[in-house]
């Protein structure tokens, strides 16, 4: 779960799993799995840096990643 303001600056506790989309639209506006549409105060950098940090949280993504390009180096 990861913790955002909405635009009339109360908090909201959102299930990152269930993010489909992230965009500036101005605002922020994320859209669920479900269809439903949330806009909120932080900067699409800043939602995705705590949707990756929730991720690697609960394990879903790995703490580092190889670089696709790199040969055994």
């Not at 909405?6 to 489909?20: D, F, H, Q, S, Y």
């Not at 929730?54 to 703490?63: D, P």
Request: glycine share 6%.
């Amino acid at each position: 779960m990861i913790q955002l303001t909405r635009l009339n600056g109360k908090a909201v506790t959102l299930n990152a799993i269930l993010i489909e989309m992230v965009e500036e639209t101005p605002d922020t506006m994320i859209t669920l799995v479900t269809g439903k549409k949330i806009m909120v105060l932080e900067p699409v950098d800043d939602v995705v840096e705590k949707i990756q940090r929730y991720f690697q949280t609960i394990g879903l993504v790995s703490g580092t990643l190889k670089s696709l390009n790199s040969e055994g180096s």
